[in-house]
């Protein structure tokens, strides 16, 4: 009797997903984004409430998109390493006409309240560089990138993606501190 029933519940959450990915239009499980595919795209805010479509970002540019382990429940050291470094090479992407598009994801509850935090330690953040909040996962979810345990969020990524939103270069870290530098992700744009 027992297996009857896994076997019936296996078939009805498999319709369920398929059913799912007909009504609203997505797999709920959604795979990373290759190499050569087109990014999916998504509209997030900023912690003081700007609302940012990454297609928009793109206008023209290159962009680099970082997502960030954001708020697990304490401010990454690694995030803020990595987001200073990018920072440090803000001028060097604007001479590439490269804009770099931070996401920090974490639970929804002072979210925008912990994103300050995380930038009170960084100075003014320069035009080409604008950090997002995902408080829902949104973007985690629909890139793969959810990191569903005790106190993480989301994968330490980064993608390059090219003005018609082609992801050319992706990074995705399975640990807290493998990071790309912000000098190997301009050094991606050389080889372009």
């Known amino acids: 009797m027992q297996v009857y029933s896994f076997n019936r519940f296996h078939k009805l959450f498999r319709v369920f997903v398929?059913?799912?990915?007909?009504?609203?239009?997505?797999?709920?499980?959604?795979?990373?984004?290759?190499?050569?595919a087109k990014a999916p795209d998504f509209t997030l805010s900023t912690?003081?409430?700007?609302?940012?479509?990454?297609?928009?970002?793109?206008?023209?540019?290159?962009?680099?998109?970082?997502?960030?382990?954001?708020?697990?429940?304490y401010?990454?050291?690694?995030?803020?390493?990595?987001?200073?470094?990018?920072?440090?090479?803000?001028?060097d992407f604007a001479a590439k006409n490269v804009k770099v598009l931070l996401v920090y994801p974490g639970p929804p509850a002072d979210?925008?309240?912990?994103?300050?935090?995380?930038?009170?330690?960084?100075?003014?953040?320069?035009?080409?560089?604008?950090?997002?909040?995902?408080?829902?996962?949104?973007?985690?979810?629909s890139y793969g990138l959810r990191w569903d345990a005790p106190h993480e969020t989301a994968y330490p990524s980064t993608f390059i993606l090219d003005k018609n939103q082609t992801v050319l270069f992706e990074k995705i870290s399975h640990s807290h501190g493998d990071r790309l530098s912000a000098q190997d992700a301009l050094d991606q744009f050389a080889t372009k």
């Open 75 to 91: 401010q990454c050291p690694y995030c803020v390493k990595q987001v200073h470094d990018f920072v440090d090479h803000a001028a």
């Open 18 to 36: 398929a059913l799912s990915a007909v009504f609203f239009g997505t797999a709920l499980l959604a795979e990373t984004p290759a190499v050569g």
């Open 47 to 73: 912690p003081t409430g700007k609302t940012v479509q990454m297609s928009k970002e793109l206008h023209g540019h290159d962009l680099v998109l970082v997502v960030l382990r954001g708020f697990p429940g």
């Open 111 to 141: 979210l925008d309240q912990h994103a300050k935090d995380f930038l009170a330690k960084q100075s003014e953040l320069p035009s080409n560089i604008v950090l997002v909040t995902d408080p829902d996962y949104t973007m985690t979810n």
